[in-house]
C-alpha cells in the first residue's frame, strides 16, 4: 500500500475557489445537489447541505487519512432520501480508495458540537462496517479526543499518518470542539466561529476558548479558520434573517487568524451587555443569563 507521507510539507493556504451552494427563491423548484461536493485536495473534502432541505445549509468535512477517512458532522437532515449522505460518503470513499488502495479502511464519524443541524445523519452510519460514529455527550467526546480537565492541553485523533489536534471549544456548546489538521493548516470551529451569527451560551466559557484558540494558532500554522454555517451577507455586518433559504451574497466560509483576534477585542467590547453585537464579519448573540 501506498503510504501518503501527511507531514512532508508546511501547509498552504490553497484558495477556496468554489461557489457554494446557497438557495434559491424558491425551494420547491431548487435545482442544486441536495450536497455538494468540493474538493479542497486530493484528501480534503467540503460537504455543503442543500438550504432548501434545511434552512441552516451546514458545512461538513471529510478528511482521509492512511488507515481512517474522518467524517466531521453528518447535518441537519435524518432522511437518507432527502439528504443523502451515506451515499455520498461512500461514493467519497470508493473513489479515494481506488485511487490509494488498501485491504482495510475504516470511518470515524465525529461532531463539532451536538446541536441538531450537526448531528441529524448519524443514524445512516448505523451498521455501516468499519465505521464508529462517536457519541455526542461532552465526556464522551472529550474521552474518545483524549481532551483531560486542563482544557489548554490539546487533544488528538490519528487517521494514520495524519494526526488532527483537537482542542475543547466550549461556549456555544459545552460539548463542542474545534479540530486541527497539520497538513492542510485549517483549523475546524464549528458553531464557535464562522462568518454568521455566534450563539453565545457561557460567556466567559467562550472568552476562554477563543483566547485558547489564538493562544494555539500562536504555535501553529492556521490556513483558513473554516466553521459550520455562512449567515452573513457581503455587506460588512449586515446577517441574512434566520431561516432564509436563499442566500445569493454569501461572503466566503474562510475565516482568519485575524477574524479570531476580532472576536477577542468584540468580547472585550461586549462586556456584560446581554444581546446582539454585530461586527464585520460576524454577530456575536449573547443568549446567557
Ligand atoms: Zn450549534
Ligand atoms: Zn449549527
Known amino acids: ?5 501527511f507531514t512532508a510539507d508546511e501547509p498552504v493556504a490553497r484558495p477556496l475557489d468554489v461557489r457554494w451552494i446557497h438557495g434559491s427563491p424558491s425551494a420547491k423548484h431548487n435545482t442544486d445537489p441536495d450536497i455538494q461536493v468540493y474538493r479542497y485536495d486530493p484528501h480534503t473534502v467540503i460537504l455543503r447541505q442543500n438550504m432548501a432541505i434545511d434552512y441552516e445549509g451546514p458545512f461538513m468535512f471529510l478528511l482521509f487519512g492512511n488507515t481512517h477517512a474522518l467524517l466531521v458532522d453528518t447535518g441537519a ?7 443523502p449522505l451515506r451515499r455520498v460518503v461512500d461514493e467519497l470513499i470508493e473513489q479515494w480508495l481506488a485511487e490509494h488502495p488498501r485491504d482495510r479502511y475504516s470511518l470515524l464519524v465525529v461532531h463539532t458540537h451536538p446541536h441538531g443541524d450537526h448531528i ?43 494526526v488532527l489536534d483537537c482542542l475543547a471549544s466550549p461556549g ?12 492542510t493548516g485549517i483549523l475546524l470551529t464549528g458553531d464557535t466561529v464562522y462568518p454568521g451569527r455566534l450563539y453565545v451560551e457561557d460567556w466567559p466559557a467562550f472568552r476562554d476558548t477563543i483566547d485558547r484558540l489564538i493562544g494555539f ?39 482568519t487568524v ?6 477577542s477585542l468584540a468580547i472585550d467590547e461586549i462586556g456584560d451587555r446581554p444581546g446582539r453585537h454585530a461586527y464585520p464579519n460576524f454577530v456575536i448573540c449573547r443568549v446567557d443569563g
Open 1 to 5: 500500500m501506498d503510504w501518503l507521507d
Open 120 to 162: 441529524a445523519g448519524d443514524a445512516q452510519f448505523a451498521g455501516r462496517p468499519d465505521t464508529r460514529v462517536v457519541g455526542i455527550e461532552r465526556d464522551e467526546v472529550r474521552a474518545f479526543f483524549g481532551l483531560g480537565d486542563d482544557l489548554g492541553k490539546a487533544g488528538l485523533v490519528d487517521l494514520g499518518g495524519r
Open 77 to 83: 437532515t435524518e432522511s437518507a432520501e432527502y439528504f
Open 217 to 255: 494558532a500562536a504555535t501553529r500554522p492556521v490556513t483558513h479558520v473554516l466553521g459550520c454555517h455562512i449567515e452573513m451577507t457581503a455587506e460588512p455586518g449586515v446577517d441574512y434573517p434566520i431561516r432564509y433559504t436563499y442566500q445569493p451574497d454569501e461572503p466566503p466560509l474562510e475565516l
Open 258 to 263: 485575524g477574524d479570531l483576534l476580532a472576536i
Open 172 to 183: 456555544h456548546h459545552e460539548a463542542a470542539v474545534t479540530l486541527y489538521d497539520p497538513s
